[in-house]
């Protein structure tokens, strides 16, 4: 009864990284299933587009597999895998300045269907609140995209990720009160970017 229990026992992440650093595929193969909507998610809040963050996402775990064996379990295998997709992310992003940019209009067209605002006064006004909805949101992209790389990571893991301020630090590198004044600040540099206009 007991090996039955411990046979269908899921591994921790820390046990499948050991594992993956001793040769095991399956074993990394199995971190990949487990992370890569959150390793996504947090590619995508700090990239500017979506091509960028699955760049990122797929760098990381190119980056985790060659690294794996490196991974000593000192702390979180998160920690260690997020602070891989920060810095995969800010390698994307120094890329991302020697290109041009998209216009906001460009960006607003791509995501919304226009044709719909042609349709009957019902119709109209859920498009109407639906290109309200997506400015908003590119509203809250551009100014999250203007923070410094410090604040944003800083302000994504805090209150995106929802992480506490020592796990942050783990992952940037800092004292748990950094992470807490620039998340504070990066707060506030959003509040004045998006204050009425």
Not at 142 to 162: C, F, T
């Amino acid at each position: 009864m007991l090996q039955a229990h411990l046979e269908h026992e899921v591994p921790s992440d820390e046990a499948l990284a050991a594992r993956a650093a001793r040769g095991s595929h399956e074993a990394f193969v199995s971190l990949v299933a487990r992370h890569q909507r959150r390793v996504y998610r947090l590619a995508m809040r700090m990239c500017r587009h979506a091509a960028d963050a699955e760049d990122v996402a797929q760098g990381t775990f190119a980056h985790a597999y060659r690294a794996i064996a490196s991974f000593r379990g000192e702390s979180k295998f998160t920690t260690w895998l997020y602070r891989i997709v920060l810095n995969e992310a800010l390698m994307q992003r120094r890329t991302e300045k020697r290109r041009p940019s998209e216009s906001f209009d460009a960006l607003l067209e791509s995501e919304v269907d226009l044709s719909a605002i042609q349709a009957g006064s019902d119709e109209r006004m859920g498009a109407d609140e639906l290109i309200d909805r997506k400015v908003l949101t590119l509203r809250v992209m551009a100014a999250l995209a203007s923070l410094d790389e410090h604040h944003r990571a800083a302000l994504v893991l805090r209150d995106l990720e929802e992480l506490s301020a020592e796990e942050s630090a783990k992952i940037l590198g800092v004292g748990a009160d950094v992470v807490r004044q620039r998340a504070h600040r990066a707060r506030r540099m959003l509040r004045e970017q998006l204050g009425p206009r």
